[in-house]
């Protein structure tokens, strides 16, 4: 039965919902980190497509409850390379059995803990016992110990109780010229944050005593929290929409005048307080390490209002990235901060110090901060009036209370002692806690951004106060009776590392509602060290991201979606969630997880379909990221389950492109050829391969087209959808297009045709089918908007692929040569840029050229020279520019240093030519029969033969006996020569009509005689 997906996919619905899910994922999917996560719409409409019959709406299934469709229910479903579960979960909504392989045991781990069953209030309890449990060394709770790690001074009321929200850390690098050795701490700038709260004031009030106008604030705008850390721009400081107004503050009813300094009560004309936006930055004093606060937009000269020096806030020590000044007595040396590195010895890391501190005062905080309020940065205030203020000024005149208590401040000694006292603990305690003893691995990623950075070891990513309290907090859960619970904490965990080490990012700029909350280390797909860290709070108090609580709350979130799971729908451009009734309520009979290579799965049922995402070459190296977690998780699973007795994830089986491990492209490609025949062998005689695959360089998607084939699949189908602005027609001229590519694929039959086809006949039923499609898009098959001209390229490509793999192994060309699928796959791709090219349409004696010819007619015989990204333009990616090269049709040009090329004139080609044809001369008198494919035989190209008469006729050589040795071609000969006479640009037309003349001319005779 054929099913939805083999005809038609609905690209531009499901790219409308990929592009935003990309930023929000659904609550299941964000309870752990995995590197790349698929859009888990793209996967529900592959199911939908895959198991509902031919014709089937998908967009209209999309929204409907399927807990009891019988084209899904009790379904098999396999994907050999689960990753973080998108096929798992989803299949498991629609009522299906999932089989979910995987190699490492990390992916393995999160998706067991995605589709596990789980009562929310027992789930609660466990996180209740969690952080009560009394801690060995400190014997007080969890959670009371691991605050105490994170305490401060409240820099406006002294309170010691205050928490510390963040500790900014900054690396020193010692000189490298030998005789300097100062250390240089590595800011690239001296910003610390930058806000613009919104306050409430009165405008234009007039002071009863000198008459003149002012603002009157009754919000403060205090990052700082103290009065002699505030300074003022001299020019503009009012704030937004305010240009050079005075303004003064003040929480009560009188206030000191900006103009004569008189403490007034100040005349509004308004009686409702408006609202403003003052730039506030928090700045950092590299002289006296004082951190204050600047109002207005900012300076390029600012001066520390404790130790009075000028500097310039965005100029630190870091001229480009990876290279410092040193600030000591060389006078300036610049290097590399690497080459600094290796000046220390092995067991030595870049000297770290702390510089920052922000944190929470409660009761700074006023009284408004309620438990949800926490998280968002200034909480609302109802409207006040003047006369409320006149009676009552506001509730609590803390200058904090408008960032909700929360305040940047310098390092004091009692914060150092703090910390100090944290190393001894450590070093006191670390004999009985729980934390990674292992080397870090030497590979690809763990090379560059760790090693030769000298950390060896996998703890070195942390710093004691960090590992203190990981460590005590993974003993503490280790402590959990319950397996089941313990492990869901144990996910909390093993999360929260990514954002509590020392190489998260602190980011300054409001990005994130918090303002400073840290990136985590896999913001990218690699390990890099960070000149300056942002140590947040481990368990979390109001503010952070992935701190262990905010991590709980994602898990309890993501099993509270299991049971109340919702879809987006875009309407009127909104997006906006439905509520689903289906559930992911999963027994051990629905879902099946392997943590194994798929390259045998001879213990798996029988599927009913294949659905995957395979990794895509060496983009992600998946196990030595995932390491980073694994050597935590390890510790607490090893004893239960045996994938986790390793040391490490497992390498050598993995399906990656990685010249550190020694697997090449080719052993990539056999180990996925292999996984696809596993994949066959496993599941049911009509199941199909559905995958998605990232696409960028083509060399890597015809890899991965000939492994399909090679498995005894075809491919049916290939459907873009891409995560960038929907359809943007700059795609096109996008030198390197990414897209995702959904392929639909069927097993081949095999035996029945083994007889040889010919490539010609099949290239003929291809374009038919061509066209057939490209007039089903033409007439709105993907709806009213037009899609991007390279999807349309990419779905049309799909639909030739077809023709091509099912009669895989048996075509070949005119020659009785087997034609391999990059030749195919070219000649798909010219055949396609016909078909899709309306600008000029291509003369039907020329559709059937070789690839070098079409481009050549087709794109460039109008032009002298041409620039590398017009050439790449013009070669869509059907072949390589070199190639181009290669057969003499264009040399690399003399200006724009070589960056451009120039297009060979026929006269200057024909020394090349020459000797070519005379080969052909001698034993042949009609060098090519009728049958076009023969054109295209090793190194004559078509071109080459109009060009060589061009420029016979230019030298005033012999044309006629020629034509007559290119007779099987006349019709292609004289369809190129009008093409040339009438394309703009072409400069040797006059050469070209002599040629055309004798043609006609001898037509004439041949058909007069
Ligand atoms: C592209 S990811 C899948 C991502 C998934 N679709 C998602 O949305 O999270 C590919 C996965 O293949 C796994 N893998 C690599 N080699 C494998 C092998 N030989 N057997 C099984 N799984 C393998 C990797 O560990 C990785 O998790
Ligand atoms: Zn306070
Ligand atoms: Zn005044
Ligand atoms: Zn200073
Ligand atoms: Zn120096």
Not at 10 to 20: E, F, T, Y
Not at 228 to 255: C, D, H, I, Q
Not at 595 to 623: E, F, H, K, R, W
Request: with cysteine.
């Amino acid at each position: 039965m054929k099913s939805a997906i083999e005809d038609y996919f609905p690209i531009v619905d499901i790219n409308r919902l990929a592009v935003p899910e990309r930023n929000a994922f659904k609550p299941i999917y964000t309870m752990h980190k995995w590197f790349a996560r698929r859009s888990s719409s793209v996967f529900r409409a592959i199911l939908l497509g895959a198991l509902k019959p031919a014709e089937t709406d998908i967009m209209k299934e999309f929204y409907k409850d399927h807990t009891n469709d019988p084209d899904t229910k009790g379904k098999v479903i396999l994907d050999p390379f689960m990753g973080g579960g998108t096929t798992v979960v989803e299949a498991l909504r629609l009522g299906c059995k999932v089989v979910g392989v995987d190699l490492n045991p990390v992916a393995w781990f999160i998706v067991k803990t995605e589709v596990k069953s789980v009562d929310l209030t027992e789930l609660q309890a466990a996180f209740d016992r969690l952080v009560s449990r009394r801690v060995k060394w400190s014997g007080k709770p969890l959670k009371q110990t691991l605050l105490s790690l994170y305490k401060t001074e409240c820099p406006e009321c002294s309170n010691k109780d205050a928490d510390i929200l963040y500790t900014f850390w900054v690396k020193s690098a010692p000189c490298t010229t030998g005789n300097c050795n100062y250390l240089t701490p590595l800011f690239s700038d001296y910003i610390i944050s930058q806000k613009k709260p919104s306050i409430r004031y009165f405008p234009n009030c007039s002071c009863p005593k000198c008459k003149r106008t002012f603002d009157w604030e009754i919000d403060s705008a205090s990052l700082v929290g103290v009065q002699k850390l505030m300074v003022n721009s001299p020019g503009f400081s009012a704030g937004e929409g305010r240009s050079n107004t005075r303004w003064a503050y003040s929480s009560n009813n009188k206030a000191e005048c900006p103009w004569c300094g008189e403490i007034v009560i100040p005349v509004s004309k308004s009686h409702k307080a408006k609202r403003k936006k003052v730039p506030l930055s928090v700045l950092y004093c590299p002289a006296c390490e004082e951190v204050w606060q600047y109002r207005g937009e900012l300076a390029d000269n600012v001066q520390c209002p404790s130790c009075s020096r000028h500097y310039n806030p965005i100029e630190g020590n870091m001229p480009e990235k990876g290279k410092f000044i040193c600030r000591g007595s060389c006078g300036g040396n610049v290097d590399a901060v690497i080459a600094a590195i290796r000046t220390l010895s092995k067991d030595h890391l870049l000297p770290t110090r702390p510089y920052v501190i922000e944190g929470y005062c409660e009761k700074c905080a006023g009284t408004k901060v309620k438990e949800k309020e926490k998280d968002t940065d200034f909480f609302e205030e109802e409207e006040l009036e003047v006369k409320d203020l006149r009676e009552n000024g506001s509730s609590s005149d803390a200058l904090l209370k408008k960032n909700s208590g929360k305040f940047f401040k310098r390092i004091s000694s009692s914060d150092q002692a703090l910390y100090r006292q944290t190393e001894i603990l450590w070093t006191d305690n670390k004999s009985q806690l729980p934390y990674p003893l292992s080397e870090v691995p030497e590979g690809e990623k763990t090379k560059s951004g760790l090693i030769a950075h000298h950390y060896f070891y996998w703890r070195q990513m942390f710093n004691c106060r960090q590992i203190l309290a990981l460590s005590t907090l993974l003993d503490a859960i280790r402590e959990e009776p319950d397996l089941e619970q313990r492990e869901f904490l144990l996910l909390a965990f093993s999360d929260s590392l990514e954002a509590n080490n020392t190489f998260t990012r602190t980011i300054t700029r409001r990005k994130t509602p918090g303002g400073t909350a840290p990136g985590g280390v896999f913001s990218r797909h690699d390990f890099q060290p960070k000149m300056t860290y942002g140590e947040q709070n481990v368990f979390g108090s109001i503010a952070g991201r992935k701190t262990f609580s905010n991590c709980f709350e994602k898990v309890r979130e993501g099993k509270d979606f299991n049971l109340n799971i919702y879809d987006r729908l875009v309407k009127d451009t909104n997006l906006i969630d439905v509520q689903s009734l289906e559930k992911i309520n999963s027994t051990p009979d629905d879902v099946l997880l392997m943590c194994q290579s798929s390259a045998d799965m001879s213990n798996t049922p029988l599927a009913d379909q294949v659905i995957t995402d395979p990794p895509y070459a060496g983009n992600v190296n998946y196990s030595e990221l995932s390491d980073f977690f694994y050597v935590w998780l390890r510790l607490l699973l090893k004893d239960t389950y045996p994938q986790f007795l390793p040391e490490f994830t497992p390498k050598a089986d993995e399906a990656i492109e990685n010249k550190n491990r020694g697997k090449s492209s080719a052993d990539y490609k056999n180990l996925l050829n292999q996984i696809f025949k596993e994949a066959s062998r496993v599941s049911r005689a009509d199941a199909q391969l559905i995958f998605t695959f990232h696409h960028a360089e083509d060399s890597a998607w015809e890899a991965l087209l000939d492994s399909i084939c090679e498995s005894g699949y075809f491919i049916e189908a290939v459907y873009p959808v891409h995560g960038e602005a929907e359809n943007s027609m700059h795609l096109m001229d996008n030198e390197a297009i990414s897209y995702d590519l959904v392929h639909v694929c069927r097993k081949r039959e095999n035996g029945t045709s083994s007889s040889h086809k010919a490539w010609a006949t099949i290239k003929h039923d291809i374009r038919r089918r061509a066209r057939e499609e490209a007039r089903l898009i033409e007439s709105g098959r993907y709806g009213n908007e037009p899609l991007a001209p390279s999807d349309i390229n990419i779905l049309l490509i799909g639909k030739c692929l077809e023709l091509y793999s099912k009669n895989y192994g048996t075509i070949v060309d005119h020659e009785d040569k087997p034609v391999p699928l990059r030749r195919a796959l070219e000649e798909i791709k010219m055949l396609v840029d016909q078909l899709v090219a309306k600008d000029r349409p291509f003369p039907t004696e020329l559709e059937d050229l070789d690839v070098p010819s079409y481009i050549y007619f087709s794109k460039l015989c109008g032009y002298k020279e041409i620039s590398g990204d017009e050439l790449s333009k013009s070669t869509r990616g059907i072949v390589a520019p070199s190639i181009l090269k290669d057969y003499g049709l264009i040399i690399k040009g003399r200006e724009n240093r070589g960056r451009s090329f120039e297009i060979k004139l026929p006269v200057e080609r024909m020394n090349s030519l020459k000797p070519k044809f005379a080969e052909k001369a001698s034993n042949q008198a009609q060098l090519f029969d009728d049958d076009t494919s023969t054109i295209l035989t090793n190194d004559v190209l078509f071109v080459d033969c109009v060009h060589f008469l061009i420029g016979s006729a230019e030298l005033g050589e012999q044309v006629r006996p020629w034509l007559q040795r290119f007779g099987g071609l006349s019709p292609q000969i004289h369809a190129a020569l009008e093409w040339l006479i009438k394309y703009p640009g072409v400069t040797f037309k006059e050469s070209a009509k002599k040629v055309l003349n004798l043609m006609d001319e001898r037509t004439l005779f041949t058909t007069q005689g």
